[in-house]
């Protein structure tokens, strides 16, 4: 389904759907009302942040990424993610490529100009990619609620109404989802960073063999 992305006014406080950061009223945001006007759901929402990634996945969509972050309050040359992000990039690409593997920005550097023909650019911009922040809203997991669910239906009163959950119950639940988030490594990967190469300077420090490629 074509997303039908929307740069709006927030009415009220509300949360971002990615990363449950309150948007709010006031605020710009990022909407999606694709789902809800094909009768499949609610509307999605994202924050600025969160937003920035969404609109470069929508690329071909013939969407205008520079006029959706000006409208967001992205200046340019702002990082793509929170300015207290102290992550790490893990990957590195000169290319929107699906599945990223350079490690290093040298890596992909050479990745890239190797494909390509003589003359080579002058400049190559690479993108740093951090593995995706998980977070964990109230509503992402139910696991007490369903696991209480399959006790009343073994043990419970079928004709009376249940005891619910607990305080204790509660705590344990949420000691049990920060652990998981704590322990899990996402797979996917957003970019949280842009480095502008001279490519003549590259290959004189790194592939000096390349200078009459």
Same mark, same amino acid.
């Given at each position: 389904?074509?997303?039908?992305?929307?740069?709006?006014?927030?009415?009220?406080?509300?949360p971002?759907?990615?990363?449950?950061?309150?948007?709010?009223?006031?605020?710009?945001?990022?909407?999606?009302?694709?789902?809800?006007?094909?009768?499949?759901?609610?509307?999605?929402?994202?924050?600025?942040?969160?937003?920035?990634?969404?609109?470069?996945?929508?690329?071909?969509?013939?969407i205008?990424?520079?006029?959706?972050?000006?409208?967001?309050?992205?200046?340019?040359?702002?990082?793509?993610?929170?300015?207290?992000?102290?992550?790490?990039?893990?990957?590195?690409?000169?290319?929107?490529?699906? +599945?990223?593997?350079? !490690?290093? *920005?040298?890596?992909?550097? $050479? @990745? =890239?100009? /190797?494909?390509?023909?003589?003359?080579?650019?002058?400049?190559?911009?690479?993108?740093?990619?951090?593995?995706?922040?998980?977070?964990?809203?109230?509503?992402?997991? +139910?696991?007490?609620? !369903?696991? *209480?669910?399959?006790?009343? $239906? @073994? =043990?419970? /009163?079928?004709?009376?109404?249940?005891?619910?959950s607990?305080?204790?119950m509660?705590?344990?639940?949420?000691?049990?989802?920060?652990?998981?988030?704590?322990?899990?490594v996402?797979?996917?990967?957003?970019?949280?960073?842009?480095?502008?190469?001279?490519?003549?300077?590259?290959?004189?420090?790194?592939?000096?063999?390349?200078?009459?490629?």
């Amino acid at each position: 389904m074509t997303m039908e992305l929307i740069v709006t006014e927030a009415d009220w406080n509300m949360p971002c759907d990615e990363c449950g950061t309150t948007i709010l009223k006031g605020d710009n945001y990022l909407h999606d009302c694709s789902s809800y006007n094909a009768g499949q759901g609610w509307p999605t929402n994202w924050c600025k942040y969160c937003a920035d990634k969404v609109i470069q996945r929508a690329k071909d969509q013939a969407i205008d990424y520079d006029e959706m972050r000006e409208r967001l309050g992205i200046e340019k040359g702002e990082p793509m993610t929170d300015n207290n992000d102290d992550r790490k990039p893990v990957y590195w690409s000169c290319t929107d490529a699906e +599945r990223l593997s350079c !490690d290093t *920005l040298d890596e992909a550097v $050479e @990745e =890239y100009l /190797d494909d390509l023909d003589q003359p080579f650019p002058v400049t190559v911009e690479v993108t740093g990619y951090a593995r995706m922040e998980v977070h964990a809203p109230p509503s992402y997991c +139910r696991c007490l609620d !369903d696991l *209480l669910n399959r006790l009343d $239906e @073994e =043990y419970g /009163d079928p004709d009376g109404e249940q005891d619910g959950s607990t305080q204790k119950m509660k705590d344990a639940e949420e000691m049990f989802i920060n652990a998981v988030i704590a322990e899990y490594v996402p797979w996917a990967c957003e970019p949280i960073c842009k480095e502008t190469v001279n490519v003549q300077e590259w290959i004189d420090a790194n592939r000096p063999d390349w200078r009459n490629k």
